[in-house]
Protein backbone atom coordinates (compact mmCIF):
# COMPACT_ATOMS: atom_id res chain seq x y z
CA UNK A 1 0.00 0.00 0.00
CA UNK A 2 1.14 3.83 -0.64
CA UNK A 3 0.20 6.73 0.20
CA UNK A 4 -1.33 8.84 -2.37
CA UNK A 5 -2.76 12.09 -0.70
CA UNK A 6 -3.13 13.75 3.14
CA UNK A 7 -6.80 14.28 2.84
CA UNK A 8 -6.51 16.12 6.09
CA UNK A 9 -8.30 19.56 5.73
CA UNK A 10 -8.34 18.99 2.23
CA UNK A 11 -10.94 21.04 0.21
CA UNK A 12 -13.76 18.84 -1.44
CA UNK A 13 -12.53 19.91 -5.17
CA UNK A 14 -9.24 19.37 -4.20
CA UNK A 15 -10.13 15.66 -2.76
CA UNK A 16 -12.67 15.18 -5.82
CA UNK A 17 -10.09 15.73 -8.32
CA UNK A 18 -7.77 12.87 -6.41
CA UNK A 19 -10.63 10.88 -6.74
CA UNK A 20 -10.72 10.94 -10.06
CA UNK A 21 -7.33 9.17 -10.81
CA UNK A 22 -8.59 6.23 -9.77
CA UNK A 23 -11.58 3.62 -8.33
CA UNK A 24 -12.33 3.98 -5.28
CA UNK A 25 -14.59 1.12 -2.78
CA UNK A 26 -17.96 3.10 -3.65
CA UNK A 27 -17.20 2.17 -7.49
CA UNK A 28 -16.59 -1.28 -6.71
CA UNK A 29 -20.03 -2.36 -6.47
CA UNK A 30 -21.10 -1.32 -9.70
CA UNK A 31 -17.97 -2.12 -11.51
CA UNK A 32 -19.27 -5.46 -10.55
CA UNK A 33 -22.35 -4.90 -11.40
CA UNK A 34 -23.76 -5.35 -7.47
CA UNK A 35 -24.83 -1.81 -6.75
CA UNK A 36 -28.91 -1.28 -7.54
CA UNK A 37 -28.88 2.59 -7.38
CA UNK A 38 -25.20 3.39 -9.42
CA UNK A 39 -24.17 1.74 -12.76
CA UNK A 40 -21.00 1.44 -14.28
CA UNK A 41 -21.54 3.65 -17.14
CA UNK A 42 -21.72 5.97 -13.86
CA UNK A 43 -18.54 5.54 -12.87
CA UNK A 44 -16.75 6.16 -15.89
CA UNK A 45 -18.95 9.22 -16.47
CA UNK A 46 -16.93 10.43 -13.37
CA UNK A 47 -13.87 9.16 -14.35
CA UNK A 48 -13.67 10.32 -17.53
CA UNK A 49 -16.10 13.68 -17.46
CA UNK A 50 -13.50 16.85 -18.20
CA UNK A 51 -15.67 19.09 -15.40
CA UNK A 52 -15.03 18.24 -12.20
CA UNK A 53 -18.80 17.88 -10.49
CA UNK A 54 -19.83 17.52 -7.45
CA UNK A 55 -21.64 14.28 -6.16
CA UNK A 56 -25.86 14.96 -6.40
CA UNK A 57 -26.07 14.35 -2.32
CA UNK A 58 -29.99 12.99 -1.46
CA UNK A 59 -31.34 12.75 2.34
CA UNK A 60 -29.97 9.33 2.98
CA UNK A 61 -26.41 10.03 2.33
CA UNK A 62 -26.06 13.11 4.03
CA UNK A 63 -27.72 11.34 6.67
CA UNK A 64 -24.61 8.80 6.59
CA UNK A 65 -22.13 11.33 6.06
CA UNK A 66 -23.40 13.18 9.41
CA UNK A 67 -23.86 9.96 11.76
CA UNK A 68 -20.50 8.39 11.00
CA UNK A 69 -18.60 9.19 14.02
CA UNK A 70 -21.74 8.80 15.92
CA UNK A 71 -21.81 5.09 14.48
CA UNK A 72 -17.72 4.45 15.07
CA UNK A 73 -18.60 5.20 18.84
CA UNK A 74 -21.32 2.36 18.88
CA UNK A 75 -18.88 0.45 17.30
CA UNK A 76 -16.84 0.90 20.21
CA UNK A 77 -19.16 0.79 22.78
CA UNK A 78 -20.64 -3.18 21.61
CA UNK A 79 -17.57 -4.54 20.64
CA UNK A 80 -14.88 -2.63 23.08
CA UNK A 81 -12.50 -2.30 20.39
CA UNK A 82 -10.39 1.40 19.61
CA UNK A 83 -10.49 2.56 16.00
CA UNK A 84 -8.51 6.09 14.66
CA UNK A 85 -8.72 7.91 11.61
CA UNK A 86 -6.47 7.61 8.48
CA UNK A 87 -6.61 10.62 6.61
CA UNK A 88 -5.21 9.99 3.56
CA UNK A 89 -5.75 8.13 0.14
CA UNK A 90 -3.93 5.01 -0.40
CA UNK A 91 -2.96 3.41 -3.54
CA UNK A 92 -2.69 -0.32 -4.34
CA UNK A 93 0.88 -1.20 -4.82
CA UNK A 94 0.64 -3.46 -8.19
CA UNK A 95 -2.52 -1.80 -9.39
CA UNK A 96 -2.29 2.03 -9.36
CA UNK A 97 -5.86 2.57 -10.16
CA UNK A 98 -6.96 1.35 -7.21
CA UNK A 99 -7.38 3.71 -4.57
CA UNK A 100 -9.14 3.36 -1.34
CA UNK A 101 -10.31 6.37 1.50
CA UNK A 102 -11.36 4.01 4.78
CA UNK A 103 -13.99 5.62 7.26
CA UNK A 104 -11.36 3.91 10.36
CA UNK A 105 -8.65 1.85 11.27
CA UNK A 106 -8.65 -0.83 14.45
CA UNK A 107 -6.34 -0.24 17.30
CA UNK A 108 -4.09 -3.32 17.34
CA UNK A 109 -5.68 -4.89 14.68
CA UNK A 110 -4.89 -5.46 10.92
CA UNK A 111 -8.85 -4.05 9.91
CA UNK A 112 -10.73 -1.69 9.08
CA UNK A 113 -14.21 0.15 10.07
CA UNK A 114 -16.77 0.91 7.64
CA UNK A 115 -19.96 2.90 8.70
CA UNK A 116 -23.16 2.37 7.23
CA UNK A 117 -26.73 3.44 7.88
CA UNK A 118 -29.67 2.34 6.76
CA UNK A 119 -33.73 2.74 7.14
CA UNK A 120 -36.05 0.23 8.26
CA UNK A 121 -37.22 -0.73 4.86
CA UNK A 122 -33.17 -1.70 4.17
CA UNK A 123 -33.21 -3.84 7.35
CA UNK A 124 -33.76 -7.66 5.90
CA UNK A 125 -30.23 -6.88 3.72
CA UNK A 126 -28.66 -7.33 7.36
CA UNK A 127 -30.17 -10.10 9.01
CA UNK A 128 -28.11 -13.37 10.02
CA UNK A 129 -24.91 -11.86 9.72
CA UNK A 130 -25.26 -10.68 6.05
CA UNK A 131 -25.04 -7.09 4.02
CA UNK A 132 -25.92 -5.86 1.01
CA UNK A 133 -23.51 -7.37 -2.05
CA UNK A 134 -22.43 -4.17 -2.86
CA UNK A 135 -20.65 -3.17 0.27
CA UNK A 136 -18.87 -6.94 0.75
CA UNK A 137 -17.85 -6.03 -2.51
CA UNK A 138 -16.22 -2.15 -1.11
CA UNK A 139 -14.98 -3.92 1.86
CA UNK A 140 -12.88 -6.34 -0.03
CA UNK A 141 -11.66 -3.73 -2.51
CA UNK A 142 -10.53 -2.08 0.71
CA UNK A 143 -8.41 -5.26 1.80
CA UNK A 144 -6.89 -5.23 -1.40
CA UNK A 145 -5.95 -2.04 -1.18
CA UNK A 146 -4.41 -1.84 2.09
CA UNK A 147 -3.36 -5.65 3.03
CA UNK A 148 -6.11 -6.16 5.17
CA UNK A 149 -7.57 -8.80 6.96
CA UNK A 150 -10.96 -8.11 8.01
CA UNK A 151 -13.25 -5.06 7.71
CA UNK A 152 -16.13 -4.42 10.53
CA UNK A 153 -19.09 -3.77 8.53
CA UNK A 154 -21.23 -1.66 11.50
CA UNK A 155 -24.55 -0.49 10.37
CA UNK A 156 -27.14 1.98 12.00
CA UNK A 157 -30.91 0.62 11.41
CA UNK A 158 -32.39 3.96 11.93
CA UNK A 159 -34.42 3.78 15.50
CA UNK A 160 -34.52 0.02 14.65
CA UNK A 161 -30.86 -1.84 15.74
CA UNK A 162 -27.51 -1.77 15.39
CA UNK A 163 -25.57 -4.88 13.70
CA UNK A 164 -22.23 -5.31 13.00
CA UNK A 165 -21.47 -7.71 10.54
CA UNK A 166 -17.19 -9.16 9.85
CA UNK A 167 -16.18 -9.41 6.63
CA UNK A 168 -13.37 -12.07 6.41
CA UNK A 169 -10.68 -11.41 3.50
CA UNK A 170 -11.38 -13.76 0.40
CA UNK A 171 -8.30 -13.69 -1.91
CA UNK A 172 -10.53 -15.27 -4.75
CA UNK A 173 -12.84 -12.24 -4.37
CA UNK A 174 -10.26 -10.24 -4.11
CA UNK A 175 -8.78 -11.47 -7.61
CA UNK A 176 -11.81 -11.28 -9.60
CA UNK A 177 -12.17 -7.49 -7.91
CA UNK A 178 -8.75 -6.82 -8.82
CA UNK A 179 -9.36 -8.37 -12.69
CA UNK A 180 -12.84 -6.76 -13.27
CA UNK A 181 -11.66 -3.16 -12.27
CA UNK A 182 -8.09 -3.97 -14.17
CA UNK A 183 -10.53 -4.37 -17.86
CA UNK A 184 -12.79 -1.45 -16.96
CA UNK A 185 -10.10 0.95 -15.97
CA UNK A 186 -7.61 -0.04 -18.98
CA UNK A 187 -10.36 -0.71 -21.40
CA UNK A 188 -12.98 1.94 -20.95
CA UNK A 189 -11.52 4.80 -18.93
CA UNK A 190 -7.82 4.89 -20.33
CA UNK A 191 -9.24 4.84 -23.83
CA UNK A 192 -12.80 7.10 -23.22
CA UNK A 193 -14.64 4.20 -24.61
CA UNK A 194 -17.96 4.40 -23.33
CA UNK A 195 -19.19 0.75 -21.11
CA UNK A 196 -21.37 -1.33 -22.94
CA UNK A 197 -25.08 0.59 -22.54
CA UNK A 198 -26.87 -1.05 -19.56
CA UNK A 199 -30.04 0.17 -19.43
CA UNK A 200 -29.44 3.15 -16.73
CA UNK A 201 -30.25 6.62 -16.96
CA UNK A 202 -26.38 7.53 -16.99
CA UNK A 203 -26.32 5.69 -20.55
CA UNK A 204 -29.04 7.27 -21.91
CA UNK A 205 -27.45 10.79 -20.83
CA UNK A 206 -24.20 9.51 -22.36
CA UNK A 207 -25.84 8.20 -25.37
CA UNK A 208 -27.60 12.00 -26.06
CA UNK A 209 -25.10 14.03 -25.55
CA UNK A 210 -22.68 11.79 -28.09
CA UNK A 211 -25.37 11.86 -30.49
CA UNK A 212 -27.26 15.63 -29.96
CA UNK A 213 -28.78 15.93 -33.32
CA UNK A 214 -29.47 13.77 -36.32
CA UNK A 215 -28.96 13.96 -40.00
CA UNK A 216 -30.63 12.38 -43.23
CA UNK A 217 -29.52 8.99 -43.72
CA UNK A 218 -30.50 4.87 -43.14
CA UNK A 219 -28.61 1.96 -41.58
CA UNK A 220 -29.66 -1.52 -42.06
CA UNK A 221 -29.20 -3.51 -38.75
CA UNK A 222 -30.64 -7.11 -39.51
CA UNK A 223 -29.01 -8.48 -36.31
CA UNK A 224 -31.46 -6.60 -34.42
CA UNK A 225 -34.34 -8.33 -35.52
CA UNK A 226 -34.35 -10.80 -32.23
CA UNK A 227 -34.25 -8.02 -29.98
CA UNK A 228 -37.09 -5.45 -31.69
CA UNK A 229 -39.25 -9.25 -31.30
CA UNK A 230 -37.85 -8.54 -27.21
CA UNK A 231 -39.10 -5.02 -26.87
CA UNK A 232 -42.77 -6.37 -28.59
CA UNK A 233 -43.21 -9.14 -25.90
CA UNK A 234 -41.75 -6.61 -22.88
CA UNK A 235 -44.32 -4.10 -24.05
CA UNK A 236 -46.67 -6.46 -23.54
CA UNK A 237 -45.78 -8.00 -20.69
CA UNK A 238 -45.09 -4.72 -19.23
CA UNK A 239 -48.96 -3.29 -20.21
CA UNK A 240 -50.50 -6.73 -18.95
CA UNK A 241 -48.89 -6.23 -15.55
CA UNK A 242 -49.80 -2.31 -15.22
CA UNK A 243 -53.47 -3.00 -15.95
CA UNK A 244 -52.71 -5.93 -12.82
CA UNK A 245 -51.20 -3.01 -10.67
CA UNK A 246 -54.06 -1.15 -11.41
CA UNK A 247 -56.62 -3.62 -10.62
CA UNK A 248 -55.26 -4.17 -7.01
CA UNK A 249 -55.36 -0.37 -6.49
CA UNK A 250 -59.00 0.35 -7.43
CA UNK A 251 -59.65 -3.28 -5.36
CA UNK A 252 -58.21 -0.98 -2.42
CA UNK A 253 -59.72 2.35 -3.32
CA UNK A 254 -62.97 0.50 -3.07
CA UNK A 255 -62.43 -0.24 0.05
CA UNK A 256 -61.22 2.75 1.43
CA UNK A 257 -64.21 4.72 0.33
CA UNK A 258 -64.17 8.35 1.58
CA UNK A 259 -61.49 7.67 4.08
CA UNK A 260 -57.89 9.32 3.37
CA UNK A 261 -55.41 6.44 4.99
CA UNK A 262 -55.74 2.44 5.19
CA UNK A 263 -53.31 0.01 6.79
CA UNK A 264 -51.73 -3.45 5.45
CA UNK A 265 -49.69 -4.19 7.96
CA UNK A 266 -46.93 -2.04 8.77
CA UNK A 267 -47.41 -0.34 5.12
CA UNK A 268 -49.37 2.58 4.99
CA UNK A 269 -51.37 4.03 2.32
CA UNK A 270 -52.82 7.34 1.60
CA UNK A 271 -55.19 8.94 -1.26
CA UNK A 272 -56.13 12.27 -0.42
CA UNK A 273 -57.69 15.09 -1.99
CA UNK A 274 -55.41 17.58 -3.57
CA UNK A 275 -55.55 21.36 -3.61
CA UNK A 276 -56.61 22.33 -7.29
CA UNK A 277 -53.56 23.39 -9.26
CA UNK A 278 -53.76 26.91 -11.08
CA UNK A 279 -52.62 27.02 -14.22
CA UNK A 280 -52.25 29.16 -17.47
CA UNK A 281 -54.44 28.53 -20.31
CA UNK A 282 -51.58 29.50 -22.89
CA UNK A 283 -54.35 28.87 -25.74
CA UNK A 284 -56.29 32.13 -24.56
CA UNK A 285 -53.00 33.95 -23.95
CA UNK A 286 -51.12 33.53 -27.32
CA UNK A 287 -55.10 34.67 -28.51
CA UNK A 288 -55.98 37.40 -27.04
CA UNK A 289 -52.51 38.91 -25.48
CA UNK A 290 -49.80 38.10 -28.19
CA UNK A 291 -47.29 40.59 -27.17
CA UNK A 292 -47.50 38.95 -23.62
CA UNK A 293 -47.10 35.82 -24.73
CA UNK A 294 -44.00 36.37 -27.07
CA UNK A 295 -42.45 38.01 -24.42
CA UNK A 296 -42.25 35.15 -21.80
CA UNK A 297 -42.32 32.17 -24.48
CA UNK A 298 -39.17 30.16 -24.20
CA UNK A 299 -37.84 27.96 -27.27
CA UNK A 300 -36.68 24.50 -25.35
CA UNK A 301 -33.60 22.80 -26.59
CA UNK A 302 -33.56 20.04 -29.92
CA UNK A 303 -33.80 16.55 -28.63
CA UNK A 304 -34.41 13.48 -30.87
CA UNK A 305 -37.37 10.86 -30.23
CA UNK A 306 -36.93 7.23 -30.80
CA UNK A 307 -39.61 5.44 -32.50
CA UNK A 308 -40.41 1.97 -33.67
CA UNK A 309 -42.95 1.55 -36.08
Request: charged share 35%; with cysteine.
Amino acid sequence: MKILANTKDMPHEEWLMWRRKGIGGSDAGAICGLNPYRSAIDVWVDKTSCKIKEDTENEAMRVGRDLEDYVARRFCEATGKKVRRRNVMMQHDELPFMLANIDREIVGENALLECKTANAYGKARWLDGKCPDSYEIQCHHYMAVTGAEKVYLACLIMGIDFVVVEIERDEEVIRIIEEREKEFWNKYVLTGVMPPPDGSDAAEDVIKELYASSRPGEVQLPEFQYKLQRIDEIDALVKERLEEKDMIKQEITMEMGELDTAWVGDRKITWKTSKPRQTVDSARLKKERPEIYEEYSKIGNPSRTFRIW
